[in-house]
């Protein structure tokens, strides 16, 4: 008895379905011995066990930045996981050009960091906290933030006595802070 494939999401090499197998996402065209398509998609990455969501995602946007990574040591971190043209998926911890000196931003457990923190001549301690009034910064606003000063959008936060405000997050004219505007 054969059963059911569970379909994540299109290929966007081919177009194709991605079902998942016992290690990993797979385009359904890539199989036999002259596959028309090579996407395949490891069911753990950096020692990280994916989610059919995560994929899905990845699938649809391109990009998707998780959590809870580790290296061979079993330190952990943050990154942005890239699914490129060929189907092939980079790691990169860099989302945008720090705002104040020009660096990289760089994803991390709790905020994106100026990659220039510790440059002994022009050390720059920009940062952009990833939970601000309990909303949780996405990497597009993160990205606004950065390139246009502000986000598109006003975002959901909440104050200390629970009350629930929304406000768009900006740069502080100085470009050394995000504040609510």
């Known amino acids: ?30 199989t036999g011995e002259s596959p028309k398509c090579g996407l395949f998609i490891n069911g753990v990455i950096g020692n990280r066990k994916m989610s059919d969501d995560e994929v899905a ?25 890239i ?27 709790k905020a ?12 720059c ?6 939970n601000i ?4 910064l996405s990497l597009e606003e993160v990205r606004q933030l950065c390139a246009q000063g502000m986000t598109a959008e006003a975002v959901e936060m909440f104050r200390e006595d629970g009350f629930r405000f929304s406000k768009k997050l900006g740069l502080s004219p100085d470009k050394t802070q995000v504040v609510k505007i």
Request: glycine share 10%.
């Open 57 to 81: 995602t990845l699938l649809e946007k391109r990009e998707i930045m998780l959590d809870g990574f580790a290296t061979k040591e079993w330190k952990t971190f943050s990154t942005v996981l």
């Open 125 to 130: 301690d920009f940062v952009i906290w990833r």
């Open 133 to 136: 009034g309990g909303h949780l």
């Open 83 to 109: 699914l490129k043209d060929d189907g092939s998926i980079d790691m990169n911890s860099v989302v945008a050009v720090c705002p104040h000196c020009g660096g990289e931003l760089r994803v991390g457990q």
């Open 1 to 30: 008895m054969e059963t059911e494939k569970k379909v994540i999401g299109r290929c966007p090499v081919c177009g194709g379905n991605v079902v998942k197998t016992c290690k990993g996402f797979r385009c359904e065209n890539n």
């Open 112 to 123: 994106f960091n100026c990659s220039n923190y510790k440059n002994p001549t022009a050390p």
